[in-house]
């Protein structure tokens, strides 16, 4: 077999129904992808009876777990027996190529960053998301940073530009994406002094950037990259989904909850509500990528199960095909004067 | 009539609609609310064609528009004669006793801001809008500032807490308001510099504050008030926006383009639909409120037609009954050292 082999680390005791879900979606996706490799880092005991076949999975034992609410960059420090640390290590060290985690973002976050480690010349790694486009849902773009930096440099947002843009081209297949900042007014001298000078250095790139765009304007389908400072990203991207998915909770309850005309419309209109639901799911969306570190680090949402993993495991593999990390350091590295414009004494 | 006469003074040149709704919001509101005269400032020869019955209406000549795309300091300066201008005139000069318009937001909060008159001790006066919860229907909510701000103190931010609370006690009818903070996390320590310190304020306030509250909750009804930077505060309402409308826009064409079994459901779901989609609909919830100003000023949207226009009027007049202005004013007055606390070095 001429395909290349990769190995993916996956922290099987992050998430809330891991172990059992996260192993499961692993196991799925290690049937589907005949060249990975998965190694699976999480309590034995828990983990091995999880495995009913074994075939290209490996366990490694990790007693320690990052819980969810803990402090991230504490609980990396602590714990280094920890099935995500341990996870890190083996991408650090060369054993796997890729990791995965279904648990707290902010550990996973940390563990990138000091342990993964920055690629040199990224200011700031931060998290990309895919969402898709409801006017237009051929249309899928991208969103980044989603909310790993809470304070923001015009450079910073410079860069998520030139990161999300290889992204776009890379792994959604867009030949010159056009990038957005995404900010509160459409004039390039709207915002707070951090987007106004954003927008310059945007604009005097060799990006296809096509100006602000506000927050209302995200899901027409009029860019294929935003860049955000993870504060306001962050505000956006969850006020969508909690918008959509009390939309679609109240929806359903008023059908159910209506008369015997409403409930029978109901049940008519079902399929085609599910279909269009489907668009805005979790499941089929993949998880968010820490975009700036040595490799392929991808994080699904915490409920994830195991079509979600499985999913967000393939997301991963394609980034280890196409090779976005590698391509992204060899940019930074023979573009250092583009990648880190000259800025002002206030600036980073 | 023993009841109290109250002059809103009407930019009746502001907005998609401008005059020909804005007039006709005018009179609709005048025939509904008896203890109202409505000053409306716009071109006579456009307007008064427009007035069927004059009474209780006022016709004042402003030879000049400000139009959407100005910039607002500039067109204040500048447009003199204008709509806009002279109805803020007619309030600080008493004339009036609070302004409408659903024009150019900049330059109405330029207005509001330079003409009607900041309340003394009011750091930064910001944008304030009432917003449903789908969860909870019963609970209706408050966000501030959504948008007024580019850029944001902690102190704004503890004094946006204060008028708000304001807002829902004497508006809303809430006795003792939950306010929380819009961040990127729930502990305390989440967020950026800014919203650590205005958390800290917060937290020590007399306020009913309940911590933070991340984007996605917004809508579950979980809070009374809403604290957030005009900045991604602007982001979430927008997202929230733009979520809802694409989800409609995209239900109602999954129905319309389905097949007979979809179109036949859509029908009999439909008026099941339109009660849940009116808790969303702007016509019903009332315009976006400039407080930390010396009257009531609100801004109802661009593309307003009379309902919204007319119901914009109503919550003014409410406004004006619960003198609201008024009360912040006397307790800015009154408690100067716990609305200007004390703050670091680089802090207004």
């Not at 692993?26 to 034995?44: C, P, S, V």
């Not at 489907?278 to 195991?306: C, E, F, M, Q, W």
């Amino acid at each position: 077999m001429s395909e290349k082999q990769f190995t993916i680390a996956v922290d099987a005791m992050g998430g809330d129904f891991a172990p059992e879900e996260i192993v499961a979606g692993a196991l799925m996706a290690r049937d589907k992808y005949e060249n990975i490799k998965i190694q699976l880092f999480g309590q034995t005991e828990k983990v091995k009876p999880l495995v009913t076949n074994d075939q290209r999975i490996e366990i490694i034992e990790a007693p320690e777990v990052i819980e969810m609410g803990e402090e991230p960059v504490k609980a990396i420090r602590r714990k280094k027996e920890s099935s995500l640390v341990l996870a890190a290590n083996a991408v650090k060290e060369g054993t796997a190529d890729a990791l995965f985690s279904a648990g707290n973002t902010g550990a996973l976050l940390a563990a990138s960053i000091f342990i993964v480690g920055r690629i040199p010349g990224v200011k700031r790694p931060a998290l990309l998301t895919v969402l898709p486009s409801i006017k237009n849902p051929k249309r899928p773009w991208v969103l980044m940073d989603v909310g790993a930096n809470a304070e923001s440099k015009p450079t910073y947002l410079y860069q998520f530009g030139i990161l999300a843009d290889f992204y776009s081209r890379k792994m959604v297949g867009v030949e010159k994406p056009e990038v957005k900042l995404l900010n509160n007014g459409a004039e390039e001298d709207k915002g707070d002094q951090v987007h106004i000078a954003a927008h310059q250095l945007l604009k005097n790139s060799d990006l296809n950037f096509q100006g602000n765009i506000e927050a209302r304007e995200l899901l027409d389908g009029s860019a294929d990259v935003v860049v955000a400072d993870g504060f306001s990203g962050n505000a956006a991207l969850k006020s969508i989904e909690g918008t959509a998915l009390n939309i679609f909770g109240a929806l359903s309850d008023t059908i159910k909850n209506g008369g015997l005309r409403t409930k029978l419309g109901g049940l008519l209109v079902k399929p085609a509500l599910k279909k269009f639901a489907s668009v805005l799911d979790y499941n089929n969306a993949g998880g968010a990528v820490i975009l700036g570190v040595n490799a392929p680090v991808v994080k699904t949402h915490g409920s994830a199960k195991r079509l979600a993993v499985s999913n967000t495991i393939g997301q991963i593999r394609e980034m280890l095909e196409t090779n976005i990390v590698g391509e992204v350091k060899a940019y930074v590295e023979n573009n250092d004067a583009t990648f880190n414009p000259p800025v002002g004494e206030n600036e980073e």
